[in-house]
């Protein structure tokens, strides 16, 4: 399916509001589609054919977009990949993203691998909330999930992203079943040791829907009965950010945990995002194929502005992951990208 192209005769309302009264002020950009990880939901075991890096939307084009959406009322942006710390001078976009007006909030997802070099100098540069995707606390586990990650490097940027005054410091885990289920317990202690927000994350067929995804997922309602077996008092809690978690604190302990379950429970009622892929594509949705081309609309920022427009009149009312599960026809086309190609 050929993206669509930027239309220049929208008409804005100076708001960014989709046909079903859903306000967006969150763009999810993504710098790159490289890694230096393989996790097992995210890229096939032979990795996939990385994008020549001429075909990466430059930091200038994606201030631009940026600016643009900033009027149209974006106040919250996320930094992503790929790996976004493989990208150079990443620190230099968000400093100059955070300058651009009406940008109240900034944060950014890694894998912390190259985190430990480069926290302080993040920091300096406005980035205050950081997410980092660790899938086991074991050593050997997380190199399997990870295809050859090193979790005591991944751990010491952790460290430093505390060190420096990053918060909240949010732990991403993608829970799969047969590979990480069963440290769902220290998952749910770390909660309680540490004031980090851990957020167990249902795994999503986002460019596969194999029988290797069918077998690993796992409904996160195994977390909370989980958390009720080993007697913890368990209390829904705010927690600052963009995120869609259903929040919930074990009482005493210093951090909390969230449940993300996009396929046993959507949450596209509430939807307030859009994504720009690292090759400059403009995506409503992150499951469906639909995506906008914005360099078609270079150098015209009426044009971008009746693109972001446009994103909104073809952004459907939800995706159907639980459908994809079950085995049931779809509405629209699934994207072919994986998660790596359109940012996590």
Request: net charge neutral; with cysteine; aromatic share 6%.
């Amino acid at each position: 399916m050929e993206p669509l192209i930027c239309l220049d005769d929208s008409v804005g309302t100076g708001r960014l509001v989709d046909r079903f009264g859903r306000v967006h002020d969150y763009l999810r950009i993504s710098v790159t589609d490289r890694c230096n990880l393989r996790c097992l939901y995210c890229m096939p075991a032979h990795g996939v054919q990385f994008m020549d890096s001429r075909r990466l939307m430059t930091y200038d084009e994606i201030v631009t977009v940026v600016r643009v959406a900033a009027r149209l009322g974006v106040k919250r942006l996320r930094i992503t990949g790929g790996e976004p710390l493989v990208r150079p001078d990443i620190d230099s976009l968000i400093e100059a993203l955070g300058a651009i007006p009406g940008i109240e909030d900034m944060a950014m997802t890694t894998n912390a691998l190259l985190l430990a070099g480069r926290a302080e100098r993040l920091f300096r540069a406005g980035l205050r909330r950081i997410n980092i995707s660790i899938d086991s606390l074991k050593p050997d586990r997380f190199a399997k999930i990870t295809r050859g990650g090193d979790l005591a490097r991944v751990l010491r940027g952790l460290e430093e992203a505390e060190r420096v005054g990053m918060s909240p410091i949010k732990i991403n885990v993608v829970l799969m079943k047969g590979l990480n289920e069963e440290e769902i317990d220290d998952f749910l202690h770390l909660s309680v040791e540490k004031p980090y927000v851990v957020r167990f994350i249902e795994y999503m067929p986002i460019g596969h829907e194999d029988e290797t995804w069918k077998q690993a997922y796992l409904p996160l309602n195994r977390v909370l009965e989980r958390a009720a077996e080993l007697g913890y008092e368990i209390e829904p809690t705010a927690v600052p950010g963009n995120g869609p978690a259903e929040n919930w604190r074990i009482r005493g302990g210093a951090g909390a945990f969230g449940l993300i379950h996009p396929v046993s429970a959507h949450f596209c009622s509430a939807c307030n995002r859009l994504r720009l892929t690292a090759d400059g594509y403009l995506k409503p949705c992150l499951y469906w194929q639909e995506e906008l081309n914005v360099r078609r609309c270079n150098g015209d920022e009426a044009a971008l502005e009746a693109m972001f427009y446009r994103a909104l009149e073809i952004k459907p009312e939800r995706h159907e992951m639980a459908e994809a599960l079950e085995g049931k026809e779809r509405s629209h086309l699934p994207t072919i990208r994986r998660m790596s190609q359109i940012g996590g």
